[in-house]
């Protein structure tokens, strides 16, 4: 994709692929695997990036794919495709739209986030992720 053409959406792109390529990384280093209700205190500062990255993933993949959409260029129809494939390699339900999925991923994130830092995440508004270029 030319920045040229398509100028806005080639951030909103690096910055979804940074994140499902930090999400990746989290998965691979055993995340899934630490007992989120007994965790180690460096078990649960992990599980807290992750779930920051996670949220920022469903955010930013959210805005993209409805960009997408609503811009309705057959050229980009192979971005909309990959990130229908990849909400359901993360567990995207038969019955759930791509804009369903994402919400209620950042529900779930929200909630995780709450149990492991005490804080109630209702009011959650931002992106706590630094991005690395």
């Known amino acids: ?7 806005f959406l080639t951030e909103d792109m690096y910055k979804v692929e940074f994140l499902q390529q930090a999400v990746q990384e989290f998965i691979n280093s ?9 965790p180690s205190d460096s078990e649960r500062e992990q599980l807290i ?13 959210a805005i993209l794919y409805t960009r997408l959409k609503l811009m309705g260029d057959k050229d980009l129809n192979s971005i909309l495709d990959a990130i ?5 390699v993360l ?6 739209s791509v804009i369903e ?3 209620n991923m950042k529900e779930e994130c929200k909630a995780a ?4 830092t005490g804080t109630d995440m209702d009011s959650y508004e931002g992106i706590d992720v630094d991005f690395k270029w």
Not at 31 to 36: F, K, L
Not at 84 to 88: K, L, P, Y
Not at 91 to 96: A, K, L, T, V
């Open 91 to 96: 567990g995207r339900g038969p019955e759930e």
């Open 1 to 7: 994709m030319d920045k040229k053409d398509y100028g």
């Open 30 to 38: 055993g995340v899934a695997d630490i007992n989120p209700y007994n």
């Open 101 to 103: 999925f994402h919400s």
């Open 49 to 61: 990036e992750y779930f920051h990255n996670f949220y920022a993933l469903m955010e930013y993949q």
């Open 113 to 116: 986030l709450s149990d492991l």
């Open 84 to 88: 229908i494939i990849i909400c359901d």
